[in-house]
């Protein structure tokens, strides 16, 4: 099974910039997975990892060392539409998902 | 528009009652996966079925059973509802079971 942590919240300012942690400790490891869940909506997919390194799309960056467990999520010249709960996923040799609760970010004006 | 829809929204059910929620996509995924959210525990996934015909356990399958008699349609069924089912239930798909998932909107679901 999987054993995922992450912070319950934070909270930054209006165009900085926020780094998510998650540390997992897995059986089997086949990829590492960020989404993104506003409230009351469901979660929408932004990143993947498999390999070690940094992956980068737009505002959003995801980093992953599978050595340590552990992968951080950037989010970049935050706005307020980036007030949300991130999500980050395992996935285990069977391709089946395991979660962490989540961490709340807020972003104040 | 191609994605994942959920019914219903929202229920209230009386403990002890049968309840199906129903959950399609028109994506023409291979996998499908039920998960329950409820706070401080995340998502945990409940059934999957990485093609039609065929359907596996997830973490916590207890309570629950489903189907996959073609591709679009995976329907979550509680056979005798019990109040620790009070949670929002996802659907999710994917083109294959190494896919980034997809989900649905979610149902509410609260049991009396």
């Known amino acids: 099974g999987q054993n995922i942590g992450q912070p319950t919240e934070m909270t930054a300012t209006e165009g900085a910039i926020v780094q998510i942690n998650c540390t997992y400790q897995?059986?089997?490891?086949?990829?590492l997975f960020w989404y993104q869940q506003h409230a009351g909506e469901a979660p929408t997919f932004l990143s993947y990892n498999v390999l070690d390194g940094l992956e980068e799309k737009g505002r959003f960056s995801s980093f992953l060392s599978r050595s340590k467990g552990y992968s951080y999520l950037l989010l970049k010249e935050l706005q307020m539409k980036d007030s949300a709960s991130y999500l980050c996923a395992v996935r285990d040799g069977d391709y089946k998902l395991s979660f962490g609760a989540g961490t709340t970010v807020t972003v104040r004006a | 528009i191609a994605g994942i829809t959920q019914a219903p929204t929202s229920q209230i059910l009386a403990a002890g009652r049968r309840m199906t929620l129903r959950c399609t996509q028109d994506m023409r995924h291979n996998a499908m996966y039920w998960y329950r959210q409820d706070l401080g525990l995340g998502l945990r996934l409940i059934h999957y079925s990485n093609t039609a015909g065929t359907t596996g356990k997830g973490e916590v399958p207890d309570g629950y059973s489903v189907s996959r008699a073609n591709t679009d349609d995976f329907p979550l069924t509680l056979a005798s509802a019990v109040p620790s089912q009070t949670s929002v239930y996802f659907c999710?798909?994917?083109?294959?079971?190494?896919?980034?998932?997809?989900f649905g909107p979610g149902t509410r679901l609260t049991v009396l």
């Open positions: 999710a798909s994917s083109a294959s079971p190494a896919n980034e998932q997809f």
């Open positions: 897995t059986s089997g490891f086949n990829g």
